[in-house]
């Protein structure tokens, strides 16, 4: 687990309290049981946002590797013209 020994409770303590908002009162008055499925559901927690990062990551590389904000509009259209939006675009017009 987290605190197998002094050190890394006091390092698992301050790590919840600077950046997941616990107070030195929260833990220090938490039922062991309670603490340790904290500490749990945290960690599920970070693992989830990790994965979601990266799937982010990977998705920003849809347009050619570009996030977006450096793309000219000849690249924005020749996107979408091999994406099919000029076809979207006629019908709309018509």
Do not use: C
Not at 17 to 32: C, F, R, S, V, W
Not at 47 to 55: A, H, I, P, V, Y
């Amino acid at each position: 687990m987290a605190h197998d020994n002094l050190e890394n409770m006091i390092r698992t303590d301050f790590a919840l309290i600077k950046h997941h908002g616990y107070t030195q009162y929260d833990l220090n008055h938490m039922m062991p049981f309670v603490r340790k499925i904290h500490i749990l559901l945290l960690m599920q927690h970070l693992r989830e946002m990790e994965e979601q990062q990266k799937g982010q990551q990977e998705g920003s590389n849809v347009l050619g590797g570009h996030r977006g904000e450096d793309l000219s509009p000849e690249d924005i259209s020749s996107i979408m013209k091999s994406d099919g939006w000029e076809q979207v675009t006629k019908n709309a017009e018509e």
